[in-house]
């Protein structure tokens, strides 16, 4: 039986996403249409009660949570090298996962959606504006990250071969235009982006759920 990703386009499943596609195996990707309230309905909410994407499916079993299936993965398909062998290494990328995740996520959120963190409209501004602020500071640090890398020799974020930083980056990355901050202003995590959306399995994925890579429109 394939593996399934509940996914919605553009969300932060577009990470496990990619991982699955780059594997070459078998899958069925299972589109929620998250701006129809899909995620909300019965059928969804028997899958995960959390309303959340993603959702891994494998055999039954039911995985959510971007780091918890991002290390499924990694288990599951050891060749690939999604996450480092090396103990330490291996640390440190969950550590820039569980940041992106935890930290610069849900800034994002709070732009996007801030009707969920503030039921007076009268205060949605604000959050839009100081969320931005900080947001734009965290793409600094994410770019920071890329030079790092880089100046270690790296080909991507966690080391030499492709995995969910890099494609958690694009997805960052994409939103802040969503947001408003022009991509070009962080030229380094830019062109790491653009690199890793020519891969030819980030590209299919980027079809399949017709993603604009930069949505950013100035004034």
């Not at 593996?3 to 919605?8: E, I, M, N, S």
């Not at 600094?140 to 995995?163: D, K, N, P, S, Y």
Request: include cysteine.
């Amino acid at each position: 039986m394939p593996l399934k990703l509940y996914y919605a386009p553009g969300a932060c499943s577009f990470v496990p996403h990619t991982l699955l596609e780059a594997t070459g195996e078998p899958y069925e990707p299972l589109m929620v249409k998250i701006h129809k309230g899909e995620n909300y309905e019965p059928a969804y909410r028997s899958v995960n009660p959390r309303s959340q994407v993603p959702v891994l499916v494998d055999d039954g079993e039911v995985i959510t949570q971007i780091v918890a299936i991002v290390t499924y993965l990694a288990e599951r398909f050891p060749g690939m090298g999604f996450l480092p062998a090396e103990p330490l290494a291996k640390a440190r990328v969950l550590e820039t996962l569980a940041w992106m995740n935890n930290t610069v996520h849900p800034t994002f959120t709070h732009i996007f959606m801030p009707q969920k963190f503030a039921d007076n409209p009268a205060v949605h501004g604000d959050l839009k504006r100081y969320n931005t602020q900080l947001y734009r500071g965290m793409l600094g640090e994410l770019q920071a990250l890329v030079a790092a890398a880089q100046a270690r020799g790296w080909a991507w974020l966690g080391g030499e071969r492709f995995g969910p930083l890099d494609a958690y980056a694009l997805t960052l990355l994409r939103w802040g235009s969503i947001a408003g901050i022009d991509p070009a202003g962080f030229p380094v995590l830019w062109a790491a982006v653009q690199r890793t959306a020519a891969l030819p399995h980030v590209a299919r994925v980027i079809e399949r759920e017709r993603l604009q890579l930069n949505l950013y429109r100035p004034g």
